[in-house]
């Protein structure tokens, strides 16, 4: 009786993609899937067993290198066990191969506290990694506006800061730009304590590139109010005074028109629009 | 007379010796309209993608014929057939006004994991039926001429009551679609399988060849893989040369994907190919016209 294909598909695609059946196979010649194992196991071909479990572990090495270079410089020789365990855990369900690598933060979380004792900030990193690459991915435009001066009070009333499409802000437990910044310039990170961080992720309308800033907490409201609904600058004003730490309103605004300009040079407001 | 899928092909745009469009190499590829004349996107790279991709994929279009070659609609698969997949692709297919579009036979996933790589299937009669419905659906779901890949394979699956070439053109013959030719992928086959590659050309409905393919490959201890990672060989130029001795065919890529070298060494395959071309399909129509002249 000759076996499905579906069967046979399902067999050698566990053969191919979980070590310990393959080894299983490799030693004793027994299949994963019982009911039919005894009429194929002697016609399948351990050489292309072991053939393709390895390029179909180079494939998905070389994507996840690709998308995690940070987590992989950390865990180092650990790092192909890791993504072993992973690809077994959380199997790819997406066409694009890319978005195979969309739960790594959490399956490090959830399955490797291991490596997080030794590097808390870990599944930090993985989901700054992850970010980076959807947001260079999104397929949103960023139509870039000019920006209006503000130094006039009709259009402070009238206008409102377009916030670049492309943006997310994350809550992060430790800091993880200065972590970026410390395996971009290809050292180890060192001295990293835990302090809660948010961070805005963006892509550059220009370069087409992920970047990232640290935010405070009030620029995180300003950005989110904004992102909500258009949002007149008066009115962003009024929500930056409440959260700012300055000792008088005079003062808070100041900081509120410096915050644009950092927000507007930066790209995380990309124009204005009247309301 | 043709019918079908081979006078659709009479129909097809004649693109010349084409390069595949890869991130590492798209600025000079970009920069070498000259030498090349056609570019082969991977469709699963764009669906979706917006970003500096999408401004390259846009930037080669307006400088470029460009032809789809996919790897993930997993046609061997007993998964359903993904039309979330296939919608995306149409649309694709359908803003860039590509004239053809092709994938592997091959599987790429099953029970809605996807395997990252192009594995093989038994050939079959039963896969031949089961390849060849899913194939008519596609094609009548894109609305373009599709072609199917010959791939490379590292074993032979259970229970094949057919050869390859067998199984190869029973589907393309049943489900009337196109054959893309890796020349590669079948040199690798013979040397790894141990068969003649150009008696297994022969066993191949030539006339359905619409694409070709060739690349490099990298001997290991065991087995060779055709990795799209090393110079292309003489013994690939000389089966590229034989099939284009007996079929016309509308484009022939270079495909280039990892250890990439200078652009020069690129440029220079390509117009070893072009050459080889370029001969070989004067050859043919010569052969043709002797052949309807002593007709």
Request: hydrophobic share 40%; net charge negative.
């Amino acid at each position: 009786m000759p076996v499905s294909l579906t069967d046979l598909e399902k067999t050698l695609s566990v053969l191919w993609t979980n070590e310990s059946s393959r080894l299983d196979f490799l030693k004793s010649g027994k299949l994963p899937e019982a009911e039919f194992a005894n009429s194929i196991t002697s016609t399948i071909d351990e050489r292309g067993v072991r053939t393709y479990a390895q390029l179909i572990s180079i494939g998905r090495s070389d994507l996840m290198l690709s998308v995690f270079p940070g987590c992989a410089r950390l865990l180092n020789k650990k790092w192909q066990e890791t993504i072993d365990g992973y690809f077994e855990t959380c199997p790819p369900k997406h066409y694009r191969l890319n978005m195979a690598a969309s739960s790594f933060s959490e399956y490090l979380i959830e399955h490797c506290p291991h490596h997080l004792r030794k590097f808390p900030y870990l599944a930090d990193l993985a989901d700054y990694e992850w970010v980076e690459l959807q947001l260079m991915e999104d397929a949103r435009q960023i139509k870039v506006l000019p920006h209006m001066p503000l130094s006039e009070p009709v259009q402070f009333e009238k206008m409102a800061p377009v916030v670049n499409p492309v943006l997310t802000i994350r809550n992060y437990k430790y800091p993880v730009p200065v972590i970026v910044d410390y395996l971009r310039e290809g050292q180890l990170p060192r001295n990293i304590s835990p302090r809660d961080v948010y961070v805005a992720v963006y892509r550059d309308p220009e370069t087409h590139l992920g970047r990232y800033v640290e935010i405070t907490p009030g620029i995180v409201q300003i950005i989110t109010e904004a992102q909500a609904k258009p949002t007149v600058y008066a009115d962003l004003a009024a929500v930056a005074i409440v959260y700012s730490k300055a000792a008088s309103a005079e003062s808070a605004l100041l900081e509120f028109f410096e915050a644009v300009e950092k927000l507007q040079s930066l790209n995380l407001f990309i124009g204005s629009e009247a309301i | 007379m043709p019918t079908g899928f081979l006078k659709l092909k009479r129909d097809l745009p004649n693109l010349g010796v084409g390069l595949g469009l890869r991130r590492d190499m798209a600025e000079e590829t970009l920069a070498h309209r000259a030498q090349i004349n056609f570019l082969e996107l991977v469709p699963e790279n764009y669906m979706g993608v917006g970003g500096r991709a999408r401004e390259v994929l846009n930037d080669a279009a307006t400088a470029f014929p460009l032809i789809s070659h996919g790897v993930n609609l997993s046609i061997g698969s007993t998964d359903e057939l993904n039309f979330d997949y296939l919608k995306q692709l149409k649309t694709l297919l359908d803003e860039y006004n590509i004239p053809w579009f092709s994938d592997h036979l091959c599987f790429s996933s099953i029970e809605g994991s996807y395997l990252h790589d192009l594995l093989p299937l038994p050939f079959s009669r039963s896969t031949v039926k089961h390849i060849v419905e899913r194939v008519k659906r596609v094609q009548d779901f894109v609305g373009r001429p599709f072609l199917l890949e010959n791939i490379s394979f590292y074993m032979y699956l259970p229970d094949g009551d057919l050869t390859e070439g067998e199984f190869i053109t029973e589907i393309l013959e049943q489900a009337d679609c196109g054959l893309l030719l890796d020349v590669n992928n079948v040199y690798v086959n013979a040397v790894n399988h141990g068969f003649d590659a150009s008696s297994f050309l022969d066993t191949l409905p030539l006339e359905r060849v619409v694409q070709m393919h060739i690349a490099g490959h990298k001997k290991g201890k065991e087995l060779t893989i055709d990795t799209h990672g090393s110079p292309i060989i003489e013994p690939v130029y000389e089966l590229l040369d034989a099939v284009l001795r007996k079929t016309s065919v509308c484009g022939v890529l270079l495909e280039r994907d990892q250890n990439f070298p200078e652009f020069d060494e690129i440029l220079s395959e390509i117009s070893k190919i072009k050459t080889i071309a370029q001969s070989a399909q004067v050859e043919l129509v010569r052969g043709e016209n002797l052949a309807s002249v002593t007709h």
